[in-house]
């Protein structure tokens, strides 16, 4: 399951065009430290269905960067 799980991002991660792969990779970086409060499950949800959505659906707006931001302040 976790294998999967992880081809799955893989391939997710691999069409982000490079200011989004910047913005996740700034976000994955935040994860990494241990004296940051968790991140609500809901708003990692939140992120990866838009992700998702996004690439089901590409002419749509990917308001992703909101999201980061979002992510930023929890982890501030």
């Not at 200011?19 to 935040?30: D, G, H, N, P, R």
């Not at 708003?43 to 659906?57: A, G, T």
Request: include cysteine.
């Amino acid at each position: 399951m976790m294998n999967a799980t992880a081809e799955i991002l893989k391939t997710k991660i691999e069409s982000f065009s490079p200011e989004t792969l910047e913005a996740f990779a700034k976000m994955v970086e935040s994860f990494e430290i241990n004296n940051r409060p968790a991140i609500p499950q809901f708003q990692l949800d939140e992120v990866l269905y838009r992700i998702q959505f996004h690439n089901e659906n590409p002419a749509t707006k990917l308001d992703f960067y909101k999201n980061i931001s979002e992510l930023k302040k929890n982890c501030a």
